[in-house]
Antibody, heavy 119, light 109 residues
């Protein structure tokens, strides 16, 4: 059974860069597409972007100028960097797997990690 | 971007009743790349339905999805206590970005 676990700071200062890592266990990061999705407190879901094990990526245009997603196949991890954060970036951040290519929904999710942007 | 509008925002029903949740897209969703998720408080979303009508392995058959083009429906035939949660639709077609509806909260009446 594939498991995903997000890790990173729970508090980030405004204007700084949010960095999170998703560690995949119980399976290889290769073959699949992997996404980051976020959910502000009490609100809905927003797709941030995905990456393939080859390094190919695609981002939500609304965040593209600030987002970088990278993959480290040797560690079975992929990461999210979101720059110039503001309070509007406060959210629970999830990592998730696309089982059948980029045109598939996400079947396995991490438990999520709350990131608060505040000075 | 494809905007997904879910209705109603909140649905109040009793266990044993039938629930019908709607998801309407601002433009046609290619190849019925439409999914439904269930989210309970403090948990990650759980995939229920993909391809508009295909149920994920292990999801009870009281959950069913239908629709195509711009109009999609999630039906729960007989509500169980554990079904009360928030439900999201999502389109994941080639019309990036992937987008979610705003959610329908299914609450106990």
């Amino acid at each position: 059974q594939v498991q995903l676990q997000e890790s990173g700071p729970g508090l980030v200062k405004p204007s700084e860069t949010l960095t999170l890592t998703c560690t995949v266990s119980g399976g290889s990061i290769s073959t699949y597409y992997w996404s980051w999705i976020r959910q502000p407190p009490g609100q809905g879901l927003e797709w941030i972007g995905y990456i393939y094990h080859s390094g190919s990526s695609n981002y939500n245009p609304s965040l593209r100028s600030r987002v970088t997603i990278s993959v480290d196949t040797s560690k079975n991890q992929f990461s999210l960097k979101l720059s110039s954060v503001t309070a509007a970036d406060t959210a629970v951040y999830y990592c998730a797997r696309h089982p059948h290519g980029d045109n598939s929904p996400t079947d396995f999710w991490g438990q999520g990690t709350l990131v608060t942007v505040s000075s | 971007d494809i905007v997904l509008t879910q209705s109603p925002g909140t649905l109040s029903l009793s266990p044993g009743e039938r629930a019908t949740l709607s998801c309407r897209a601002s433009q046609s969703v290619s190849s019925s790349y439409l999914a439904w998720y269930q989210q309970k408080p403090g948990q990650a979303p759980r995939l229920l339905i993909y391809g508009a009508s295909s149920r994920v392995t292990g999801i009870p058959d009281r959950f069913s999805g239908s629709g195509s083009g711009t109009d999609f429906t999630l039906t729960i035939s007989r509500l169980e206590p554990e079904d009360f949660a928030v439900y999201y639709c999502q389109q994941y077609g080639s019309s990036s970005p992937y987008t979610f509806g705003q959610g329908t909260k299914l609450e106990i009446k």
